[in-house]
């Protein structure tokens, strides 16, 4: 049985996939992978001598930036100091260890070490262009600023040397960084020998590890191919002859990766709204990056999808909520965008970017957002309010109606599942989040507490004697992926917005789950059988005084909540829920909780004023 279930996971995840990681590992043990070999020198600054002398008149900063970026979208961390410490974990401010042996030899979790993605976050770079804006806008501190960081950055973290080096797609990152900041500045990017070292440093660390990132099948992948395309043109415009080999790898890997990862709907691989952001952002930085550049266009293919995911991102903006977006899938505090556009929950700046670029038209004109300043000017076509939506290849149902929004989540097997959430449905009113899914908190979690986020109990749907439906098997693994069997669709223009769709899981358990959405209320009608002892269906709700207000409904004195069911009820009653809107940030919420003892039908009605 072991056997035959992780023979079905491999064929699930691609033989190819598997072979890919699987000797990269090995390689990497074995001390024979060639990113082990690779000699590099220490680059020396000045990184960018010439930004001193381009700041503007003195005056000339009424859209100077504040002075600080916020690490994870919530933490701030000043930019006008001295050089911040490397290896600190933001949380708690104790010290990562070890950090003075090579990348390989680190282990990917450190058991009560902390989580590692905080000591990354400070390294991604998203201080530079942030502080290349203020230097341009006229702060006369920020370029001495922004070479003192960089210089102690290189000391700090010597080539393969410590934790900064360990993954990939953090050092592309930090190209993608160094690019766009030198995109605020007009004409050619700059070309000292500084920073043509220090590209070297991060191009020969990413190329050698793509087939490892491409058998992720996820934005690792994207982003090294954008790293690689963007800093090897950079170094062949620069003169430096090895830059074009770079440059032919990257645009090879994007003009076959966006088509296969971005589905024809425009969804993404990965099942987040966080994560796909970050995937068309670095679309959208590499499409700038190339017409700054007047190299020839990608694939047709590639410009297709991303369009397509450009148009999905647009979808997941909730209106009147100043950008936000429901918390679907993986949420770990990423936003290439961040230094430009430092409001984590606000997807107007990439959308917009991304639609100028993609779409030829403009969906959120911002003065001064991240489009203005990359230079990409507002096509005279305003896309106007997006409408009802299913995208039925990544499985996502979008209802919308006079200011509410309500999003049904129906899996489908294509790619590796991140969270156990089929069937939730996220509703969002007058700008504000009613229905609530759990985000992801820490990905260093204990599995139990991760669980809390990511499995059943961190969403709205239904569970079948108390198990999880795709049980994780490794930090970023689960097996038994679900798909869906049907799906229904009825959203005109006029009428009823409705959607329903059915998932059985492994041990024979249905869920049959019909949504729709009108003025002023959701209805849900759930069907739920084939289990042995019993269903909870959990409602995770605003938080807020809620209580009962009769046998069968709640109500927090503004919004109702009504349950009808014709038998088999065991009981109903309130449980406290953990959700995290921000990495590393968590929150109790209430839950109500709905459990049937044998097969049988719940109605839901959830109404606002």
Not at 510 to 515: I, K, N, Y
Not at 527 to 555: I, N
Request: proline residues 8%.
């Amino acid at each position: 049985m072991w056997f035959l279930e992780r023979l079905k996971l491999v064929k699930a995840l691609g033989v190819t996939n598997v072979l890919r990681v699987a000797s990269y590992r090995a390689r990497l043990r074995l001390g024979i992978h060639p990113v082990q070999k690779v000699t590099t020198e220490t680059p020396a600054g000045p990184f960018f001598p010439s930004l001193a002398s381009e700041r503007a008149e003195e005056g000339a900063g009424s859209s100077l930036p504040p002075p600080e970026f916020l690490a994870l979208g919530w933490i701030p961390v000043a930019i006008d100091g001295a050089p911040p410490d490397w290896f600190r974990y933001l949380s708690s401010g104790g010290q990562f260890e070890p950090r003075d042996m090579p990348w390989w030899a680190i282990p990917d979790f450190n058991p009560g070490g902390g989580d590692i993605k905080e000591v990354w976050e400070l390294s991604r770079m998203d201080w530079v262009p942030l502080a290349v804006a203020r230097a341009l806008d006229g702060d006369a501190e920020a370029a001495p600023t922004l070479e003192r960081w960089l210089a102690d950055w290189v000391e700090k973290n010597p080539p393969s040397v410590g934790p900064n080096w360990k993954c990939g797609q953090e050092a592309s990152i930090r190209v993608l960084h160094l690019a766009m900041a030198s995109l605020l500045r007009p004409g050619s990017p700059p070309c000292g020998s500084g920073l043509a070292s220090l590209l070297r440093l991060h191009l020969g660390r990413i190329a050698p590890v793509t087939g490892y990132a491409r058998g992720q099948d996820n934005n690792h992948a994207t982003s090294e191919a954008a790293a690689l395309f963007v800093g090897g043109s950079w170094l062949e415009r620069c003169g430096h002859s090895e830059g074009s080999r770079w440059e032919r790898q990257g645009r090879a890997l994007l003009d076959r990766l966006v088509p296969r990862l971005v589905e024809v709907d425009g969804s993404f691989s990965q099942h987040s709204v966080t994560y796909h952001r970050l995937m068309l952002d670095t679309l959208s930085i590499t499409e700038v990056w190339r017409r700054r550049l007047e190299l020839r266009p990608f694939s047709d293919a590639f410009q297709s999808r991303a369009s397509a995911a450009s148009a999905w991102l647009r979808a997941m903006v909730v209106p009147g909520a100043e950008g936000d977006f429901p918390n679907l899938g993986a949420n770990d505090g990423a936003n290439l965008l961040a230094g430009l556009a430092p409001r984590y929950r606000d997807l107007r700046p990439s959308v917009e970017l991304a639609t100028r670029l993609f779409l030829n038209g403009t969906a959120f004109p911002q003065e001064g957002g991240p489009a203005e300043a990359l230079g990409i000017s507002a096509p005279a076509r305003p896309l106007g309010e997006p409408e009802s939506s299913i995208f039925e290849h990544g499985g996502y149902a979008v209802l919308r109606e006079k200011g509410a929004m309500a999003v049904l989540r129906f899996p489908r097997a294509r790619f590796r599942p991140g969270q156990s959430d089929a069937l939730h449905v996220d509703l969002w009113a007058a700008g504000e989040n009613l229905l609530r899914d759990g985000g992801s908190y820490s990905y260093a979690a204990e599995p139990a507490l991760q669980d809390r986020f990511a499995g059943p109990e961190g969403h709205c749907t239904a569970q079948f004697d108390g198990r999880d439906p795709m049980p994780r098997i490794g930090p970023f693994l689960r097996k038994d992926w679900l798909d869906t069997a049907f799906v229904q669709w009825e959203a005109g223009n006029e009428g009823k917005k409705r959607v329903r769709a059915d998932v059985r899981d492994r041990s024979g358990a249905l869920h049959q789950r019909e949504v729709e959405l009108q003025p002023g209320e959701l209805t849900v009608r759930d069907s739920l059988s084939g289990f042995r002892e019993r269903a909870l269906l959990r409602w995770r709700l605003r938080p807020g005084p809620w209580e009962f207000s009769g046998p069968l409904s709640v109500s927090d004195g503004k919004h109702t909540l009504r349950v009808e069911t014709t038998h088999g009820l065991r009981r109903i009653e309130f449980r406290t829920g953990l959700e995290s809107r921000y990495y590393l940030q968590m929150n109790e919420l209430p839950v109500l909780e709905v459990e049937l003892s044998e097969p049988g039908e719940i109605v839901t009605r959830y109404r606002w004023r």
